[in-house]
């Protein structure tokens, strides 16, 4: 069965300190994202993964890093989290044409 | 600056009715569009694809179509259910491969009450 898993699905931290959102797909899709989403607002990119080590900055990549080590693995790193990027967070996999699949998000609040 | 924009905002029809909601966008190059179904607290979940100039598909009770000389889409939602209340979000993608970007609108709310 095909998913897109991301963990944890719920994440209050404090202002300052860092965050790590995990995001699995069991498919092998080479290509990985992470989108944010905003009321109001479309899914905005911050990183996206063309494969294990190539990694490139999307449209709001700014106090956000990742790390891709494995093809099935995508991790969203927040150093030192910031009260604006309280959001949900959603990590997609996609195979050359095909549909994205989109995992079902975290929300983080950071106080 | 917005690139793609969805229309209405939200829409509230009682179960059973029609409705359409509406996608324009900028983003150049087109090479396709795709509707999402996001119901609340989910991911999003591809509904359709449209490709060429003037396509229509049909998805079930979900029929979408694509002026791409207008950049313009619309989906329509006939005889709509409860289960069918969730956010509606037009795509598009500049690319036919996973190389590409991709646009997102910023969502049609659907409500459907008994």
């Known amino acids: 069965d095909m998913k897109v898993t991301q963990m944890p699905r719920y994440l209050i931290k404090r202002m300052g300190e860092n965050v790590l959102l995990e995001c699995g797909q069991d498919m092998s899709h080479e290509t990985m994202y992470w989108y944010r989403q905003d009321p109001g607002l479309g899914l905005q990119l911050i990183y996206i993964s063309y494969d294990v080590d190539s990694n490139s900055e999307g449209d709001i990549p700014k106090g956000y890093r990742v790390s891709r080590k494995k093809r099935e693995h995508f991790s969203l790193i927040l150093d030192s989290a910031k009260t604006n990027q309280t959001s949900v967070y959603f990590c997609?996999?996609?195979?050359?044409?095909?549909?994205?699949?989109f995992g079902e998000g975290t929300r983080l609040s950071v106080l | 600056k917005t690139q793609v924009e969805q229309s209405p905002q939200s829409l509230v029809v009682r179960q059973g009715e029609n409705c359409v909601l509406q996608?324009?966008?900028?983003?150049?190059?087109?090479?396709?569009l795709r509707w999402f179904k996001q119901d609340t607290g989910k991911g999003l979940v591809s509904l359709t694809v449209l490709v060429h100039e003037n396509d229509k598909t049909s998805n079930g009770r979900y029929s979408a179509t694509l002026d791409k000389d207008a950049k313009h889409s619309t989906l329509h939602i006939t005889a709509t259910l409860l289960d069918d209340t969730a956010t509606y979000i037009c795509v598009v993608g500049d690319r036919g491969s996973a190389l590409g970007r991709l646009h997102f609108g910023a969502g049609t709310q659907l409500i459907v009450i008994p």
């Open positions: 997609a996999s996609r195979n050359n044409n095909q549909a994205p699949l």
């Open positions: 996608c324009n966008y900028s983003v150049t190059p087109d090479n396709h």
